[in-house]
């Protein structure tokens, strides 16, 4: 379990709250936040935290191993076999092979970011989400 503080941003009516914090508070499986100082995150708001509210928050991070190898690992897997196919089909297509090779990895990507985001639908659910567990001072 990670902890982490932040400055509650929006309190949404389905319980769950939006929370700016430094991105070297968390740590996330497929952060699309990498180079931005600081993100916003959802999180469950059991304790009613108000908004501009500073909090301290629990981030699970079970499966972090298997979530990284699915978020970094599939897409690379799928630019490479995809680009080895496109190198293949293009001799047999009588095309330049690096050409039909850059567009089977360029087509991997895609497919790659379409996994990704059905996983993250997937996965996004309240028992995957960062807990408020205090307020410090609002």
């Not at 379990?1 to 499986?29: A, D, F, H, W």
């Not at 567009?103 to 059905?118: E, F, P, Q």
Request: hydrophobic share 40%; net charge neutral; aromatic share 6%.
């Amino acid at each position: 379990m990670r902890t982490g503080t932040g400055v509650v941003e929006e309190v949404c009516p389905n319980g769950l709250v939006k929370i700016q914090t430094n991105r070297n508070n968390l740590y996330s499986p497929c952060s699309d936040s990498m180079c931005a100082d600081n993100v916003v995150i959802d999180a469950v708001n059991p304790i009613g935290a108000q908004k501009g509210q500073y909090v301290q928050f629990n981030i699970p991070d079970a499966g972090m191993g298997v979530k990284g190898i699915i978020c970094f690992g599939v897409p690379l897997l799928l630019v490479i076999v995809c680009g080895i196919l496109g190198y293949l089909l293009g001799g047999s297509w009588q095309v330049a092979p690096e050409m039909t090779a850059f567009a089977g990895m360029i087509v991997g990507g895609i497919l790659g970011c379409l996994i990704l985001k059905g996983y993250e639908k997937k996965i996004n659910n309240n028992q995957t989400k960062a807990e408020i567990t205090g307020i410090i001072s609002g």
